[in-house]
């Protein structure tokens, strides 16, 4: 069904898609107007720990936040509630949760973490809004699939410079229950702007000057939490996986067991799953590796997202890379912390069955391109604060530029090269936050160390 759909988005301008929204429709539940619960400023955060519901009979209940409509959902504080702290929301059947107040001042950014109850199943949820003081609602973004039995986090963009109120609403009438957690809405469209502060995904720059927008749907930016990237529809990968990694990113969190299917893309879309790879010679190669987020199961799952992947020869993923990945971390153990952006270029790689230029191809289209290269940049620093200010011309960067070959180089030292090398491949800017004759100066060198 997914490869039907990619076929014919192919024949939609891109435009269409640039508006998330279905028609608006009338909302009977929802009054037009609570006058109990007054309008409100963002920033925002619900934790939902200041909730007391235990039925599942529609009604009211007063948060931190306002008044909110639960309707078949309670607030959750059992051992199989998935919760940051002691509760959370719990939705049934086809329940909702609904604020009764607006957000005044605009929210252009909504983000709200979400598992499968207990050892429920997976179940499909959309986020509505409303803004018109809950006379009328459209949806927003694409309809999510929680399919994971621990906390994980989806961003919506909502762009909304007026007053708005928000409707989570299950979808999937079936006998699972899911659970929702801290609902944030920002005033920012991406909840970590490049540049904002020390340990920021972005500090170094946005390599492509990714956006989230579907017009730039082969440059398109995704914040996972964990780590930042540049999506590439026509090519099923990621361009570009930009992440910062000090000795807080790494605990005893067990690798996870799967790799996931990232709903978070726009629905008309072709989504990556896991089977596309199988049999195909190329591993499931990790840009933001899973052992760079072991600090808990929530950041290890975020890794396994296939917009994280890309197609890999297994003797360089598991021998070469693995060992540049190694001496990273050795980096962290040494009191260092890193700014690290990982990417692929080109098409056409050679793996355990050979060359290929793309695998699971559908009537000649690629789904997901082999690439020819895989690059990494990462800069090195000592632990400290004001980590943008503290790069200097004698700040160390590691540059590596690498073939996608089986046949290649078990040392990844053999494939160091400049910065300045691997922009003129790709026509990438990787530093651009940092000061022009910094750049110049740290871009030109080759480490050997």
């Given amino acids: ?47 939902f720990e200041s909730g007391t519901k235990i039925d599942y009979a529609s009604s009211s209940i007063s948060l931190n936040s306002g008044k909110w409509n639960f309707t078949e959902a309670v607030v959750g504080n059992s051992t199989d509630d998935k919760k940051n702290g002691s509760k959370s929301v ?5 329940g909702k949760i609904s604020m009764n107040f607006d957000v005044i001042n605009g929210v252009y950014t909504l983000v709200v973490a979400h598992a499968m109850f207990g050892t429920d199943q997976s179940s499909s949820w959309q986020l509505w809004a ?26 919506f963009t909502v762009n909304s410079p007026g007053k708005v109120r928000f409707s989570f609403r299950k979808t999937s009438a079936d006998n699972n229950q ?32 990714a956006t989230p927008s579907v017009i730039t749907e082969d440059n398109f930016f995704m914040n996972k939490g964990y780590y930042c990237l540049s999506y590439n529809r026509s090519e099923g990968k990621p361009n570009w996986v930009s992440w910062h990694l000090d000795s807080s990113d790494l605990g005893s969190a067990s690798r996870q067991p799967t790799f996931v299917e990232d709903t978070a893309l726009p629905y008309a879309w072709y989504h990556v799953i896991s089977a596309n790879y199988t049999g195909s010679g ?43 990945e190694d001496s990273c971390r050795n980096l962290i153990f040494s009191g260092k912390e890193l700014y ?9 790689g050679t793996g355990t069955n050979g060359f290929r230029n793309s695998i699971d191809d559908f009537n000649s289209v690629p789904l997901v391109v082999v690439p020819q290269y895989v690059w990494k940049v990462v800069v090195v620093l000592s632990n400290g604060n004001n980590d943008l200010s503290r790069v200097s ?14 046949a290649a180089s078990s040392n990844w030292k053999d494939f160091r090269v400049s910065v ?19 750049q110049q100066v740290i871009e030109a060198q080759v480490d050997n160390l």
């Fill in 130 to 155: 409303s803004y018109n003081s809950g006379g009328s609602y459209s949806q927003i973004g694409n309809t999510i699939t929680t399919s994971s039995a621990i906390l994980v986090t989806d961003t």
């Fill in 340 to 348: 690290i952006i990982n990417g692929s270029f080109g098409s056409g």
């Fill in 393 to 406: 011309s004698a700040t160390r960067v590691i540059a590596v530029w690498a073939p996608n070959d089986n």
């Fill in 178 to 209: 899911l659970n929702i957690d801290d609902v944030e809405l920002l005033r920012t469209a991406n909840p970590q702007p490049a540049g904002s502060s020390d340990n920021d995904n972005l500090l170094m720059g946005n390599p492509s000057a």
């Fill in 420 to 438: 300045d090398n691997i922009e003129a491949q790709t026509g990438y800017d990787l530093l651009s936050n940092l000061p022009v004759n910094i």
């Fill in 1 to 47: 069904m997914k490869k039907l759909l990619f076929i014919i988005s192919v024949f939609i301008s891109a435009s269409l898609f640039q508006s998330c929204t279905k028609s608006s429709e009338p909302d009977p539940i929802l009054p037009i107007q609570d006058t109990t619960s007054l309008p409100i400023s963002s920033p925002l955060k619900e934790t």
């Fill in 90 to 94: 719990r939705i049934r059947n086809t």
């Fill in 282 to 324: 190329f591993d499931r190669g990790h840009n933001c590796p899973s052992a760079d987020r072991t600090i808990s199961d929530a950041a290890n799952y975020s890794t396994f997202y296939m917009t994280n992947i890309i197609p890999q020869a297994p003797m360089l993923n598991q021998l070469a890379w693995a060992r540049l």
